[in-house]
């Protein structure tokens, strides 16, 4: 698993959001982007992490964020979690894993003893140029708008 660095430029990517539409890297040129990658829609932790953001949205607006969710979880899947959560941000339903790659967010992973390959769950921060600045590999799936601000 090759993961993104800090100082690595993101490979320009396209994938559908939970309702269908197109969504790629080169919508966000200008922005500062967060990128948060998460195991599967509607578990804990992934629930847990994506309303801490939903409730600091404002707080990472006005830092100048966009944000993406990304999992490879199917279009349906996506937009129920985004639905029932009332995420104001776009979920990524990268049922193929171009963006998960693309990151090098999918590998090895260890849960209960068993060993599966699965995404892993960090969160990447882009500027303006499409540079990672910082890359959160220990994600606390309570406070990560705190994280993200620090």
């Known amino acids: 698993m090759k993961t993104l660095q800090a100082g690595d430029q993101v490979p320009d990517f396209t994938v559908k959001d939970e309702q269908g539409n197109d969504v790629s890297l080169s919508d966000f040129k200008g922005k500062k982007l967060i990128v948060f990658f998460y195991p599967k829609a509607s578990t804990p932790g992934c629930t847990a992490e994506a309303c ?3 409730d600091n949205y404002e707080v990472l607006k006005e ?3 966009s944000l993406l969710g990304v999992s490879a979880d199917s279009e349906k899947r996506q937009a129920n979690f985004k639905d ?3 995420f104001p941000f ?3 339903a990268d049922e193929d894993k ?3 790659n693309a990151f ?3 590998g090895p992973k260890k849960f209960m ?3 599966y390959d699965g995404i892993h769950r960090k969160t990447f921060l882009i500027n303006e140029e499409g540079l990672v600045e910082r890359v959160i590999d220990k994600v ?3 406070d990560h708008a705190a994280q993200i601000l620090e």
């Open 52 to 54: 801490n953001l939903r």
């Open 63 to 65: 830092a100048g964020y």
């Open 84 to 86: 029932k959560y009332k």
């Open 90 to 92: 776009p979920l990524l």
């Open 98 to 100: 171009t963006v998960i």
């Open 104 to 106: 090098g967010v999918w």
């Open 113 to 115: 003893g068993k060993e």
């Open 140 to 142: 606390k799936t309570k």
